[in-house]
């Protein structure tokens, strides 16, 4: 199951913030097509039809089309800044012990 790091459920607190009711930073698979699918992100007022639904009810969301969920399975959901100060959200690998 993707797991999601405690910068990026600040993050996606601060981007449902001004949304109304139950928003959550939504994943989808865009471009499946190749050896990389490519994802999409947006904020999404409730999960779609069919999504997985990560997070607590008092905490941030985050909803998984089903296409995305089986890709992102064993990945980690992260925040990083870039050089200029911005962040972006990161999709990496699990790390096993």
Do not use: Y
């Not at 992100?41 to 990560?54: E, I, N, R």
């Not at 089309?65 to 962040?87: I, N, R, S, W």
């Amino acid at each position: 199951m993707l797991t999601v790091t405690e910068a990026a459920a600040e993050a996606i607190t601060a981007l449902t913030s001004q949304s109304e009711g139950d928003a959550g930073l939504r994943l989808a698979v865009q471009n499946a097509e190749g050896e990389s699918a490519q994802l999409a992100l947006s904020v999404a007022p409730a999960p779609a039809d069919g999504d997985s639904v990560l997070g607590a009810d008092e905490g941030p969301k985050v909803f998984l089309e089903p296409q995305a969920a089986a890709l992102l399975d064993d990945k980690v959901l992260d925040v990083q800044e870039d050089e200029t100060g911005g962040v972006a959200f990161a999709v990496l690998p699990q790390h096993t012990s």
